[in-house]
């Protein structure tokens, strides 16, 4: 299927030195660009930010390599 696009002069121009680069053709890096996205999009669970609630003046931070510590607040916190 032919169709057209409109993109920035700045992606479009990034993108074919791309294909250049990697010996195909613009085309071959559009689709295949397009078919990560709609895959992506398609996995279930997916979280594009991670949800942030609080302030971390309001708890503790920790460094949760640390075994001791991280068990310390998860006690305080009754999560454990």
Known sequence: MRTTIILPDGLAEEARQRARESGRTFTSLVIE?????????????TVERLPVHGSPSDRPLVDISDRDALAAVLDADGLR
């Open 33 to 45: 660009g397009l078919r990560q996205v709609l895959r992506e999009s398609d996995m279930p669970g």
